[in-house]
């Protein structure tokens, strides 16, 4: 069983920043990419940054220069450092990961349950 757990959401005023976190556990053998992505109300899931085992990193256009992903391979963590936030950055924003659990099975993706981010005056 694999989970993946974030914390670090909440409010904050516009041009602030807030840190989220990410970490999977349970029965991995290993990781792959390693993502954020947000809903927005009304909108479709979109990709905010990842990290592939690589170390490469891609972001939306929307973030760049304003988030930044990180990634701890030794704990199995992903962190989003969000700076300069801006209304229309609110949506809930969830952890994935692709997870082997055995090294002979093909990965798999799995999903955290999300957590807010809401920025507003």
């Known amino acids: 069983q694999v989970q993946l757990v974030e914390s670090g959401g909440g409010l904050v005023q516009p041009g602030g920043s807030l840190r989220l976190s990410c970490a999977a556990s349970?029965?991995?053998?290993?990781?792959?990419?390693m993502a954020w992505y947000r809903q927005a109300p009304k909108k479709e899931r979109e990709l905010v940054a990842g990290?592939?085992?690589?170390?490469?990193?891609n972001y939306a256009d929307s973030v760049k220069g304003r988030f930044t992903i990180s990634r701890d391979n030794a704990k199995n963590t992903i962190s989003l450092q969000m700076n300069s936030l801006q209304p229309d950055d609110t949506a809930v924003y969830y952890c994935?990961?692709?997870?082997?659990?055995?090294?002979?099975?093909?990965?798999?993706?799995?999903w955290g349950q999300g957590t807010q981010v809401n920025v507003s005056s």
């Open positions: 990290s592939r085992s690589s170390g490469r990193t």
């Open positions: 994935y990961a692709t997870i082997s659990t055995t090294y002979y099975e093909r990965a798999k993706d799995y």
């Open positions: 349970g029965s991995i053998a290993s990781i792959y990419t």
